[in-house]
């Protein structure tokens, strides 16, 4: 097989095998603020319980030929179904042509360590568009994502230096296991000082603890210099967004009083669909207003991820990972 017809041989399986790990991190986005399990029962209709048949439940195909109805009931699914399959695959094939592009050119090297940067690079993105569909529904970050995101994210290092030797660290963001690990804990301790510092000044809660493990999966997966970087962008994206969403008031804005309520009525709230607040309602104004700031910071560290070495050399932290 040449490189270019392996090139393209491993789009077409990036892009099917994204889009099926897409149809099922659907099931997580639903079942997991919902403390469900997620083999069990098998994908059915939430309104007639009709378990969905294989030939049903083909990732973003079916979706169109059924016309977005259960086959049974004809109620309505959701469009978020095939777009979260459709972009997920489109990050599968995204990063496999980041990362194997060569082969256009006619290079020639060992294909699997590049299959296993793409495979780990790829569990790195599912974790933050599960989490952020996730905060941005329910605000809560669960830490069934953030930890395994983060054992993974320290062990990141290690797999691709057994698999490119010295060489790992050619490849963006050039993490060690020491910057790592340090990025781990220095990600984590900062989000739990800010949030005390907050209380102390407002006596209010300000974020909750998934924006802790959120950042020290972060700082472990892209190493303690990306933090900066990721604190920033997320901070002022999460400034811009609050402005615009307390303007048009989506679901997603709500009184911060409400959102770190005992945990007893915020699962309660979880599981009858929590509401928008109203128009009319008292919400204590902008100082008062709730978003969720693990999708800012998700998207912060997908963006350092993709384009951090772009940046200028200071502010890429380029030297201190070194």
């Known amino acids: 097989m040449t490189p270019v017809v392996l090139f393209w041989y491993g789009a077409v399986v990036s892009f099917l095998v994204g889009s099926s790990i897409g149809s099922f991190l659907n099931v997580v986005i639903y079942r997991l603020p919902l403390d469900m399990s997620l083999a069990s029962p098998p994908s059915r209709c939430g309104v007639c319980e009709t378990p969905i048949r294989f030939y049903d439940n083909i990732p973003i195909l079916s979706w169109f030929l059924l016309r977005g109805k259960c086959r049974t009931c004809k109620a309505s699914y959701s469009f978020r179904y095939p777009a979260v399959e459709l972009f997920v695959g489109l990050v599968a094939i995204g990063l496999w042509w980041k990362h194997a592009s060569p082969l256009l050119d006619g290079h020639q090297f060992p294909i699997w360590p590049v299959v296993a940067l793409v495979a780990l690079r790829f569990a790195f993105f599912v974790l933050l568009i599960a989490i952020t569909a996730i905060d941005l529904e329910h605000l809560i970050i669960p830490h069934e994502l953030t930890f395994p995101g983060m054992a993974l994210g320290l062990a990141s ?34 989000i739990i000082l800010v949030i005390q510092l907050y209380f102390s000044v407002r006596k209010i809660q300000g974020m909750g603890g998934g924006d802790v493990t959120l950042m020290a ?3 472990a997966w892209l190493g303690w210099p990306a933090l900066i970087f990721i604190l920033f962008a997320a901070s002022m994206q999460g400034l811009i967004a609050a402005g615009i969403a307390y303007l048009i008031k989506p679901n997603f804005l709500r009184n911060i009083d409400e959102v770190f309520a005992d945990e007893e009525d915020q699962d309660d709230a979880i599981r009858k669909d929590s509401e928008s607040i109203d128009g009319e309602e008292e919400d204590g104004g902008f100082g008062m207003a709730a978003i969720p700031f693990g999708p800012f910071l998700a998207l912060a560290g997908a963006e350092f991820m993709l384009f951090g070495h772009l940046l200028p050399q200071d502010i890429n932290m380029l030297l201190l990972y070194l």
């Open 157 to 190: 290092p290690w797999i691709l230096k057994a698999l490119f030797g010295p060489h790992y660290q050619r490849i963006w963001p050039p993490v060690s296991p020491g910057v790592s690990i340090l990025g781990w804990l220095v990600g984590g301790l900062f």
């Open 217 to 219: 999966m972060l700082g």
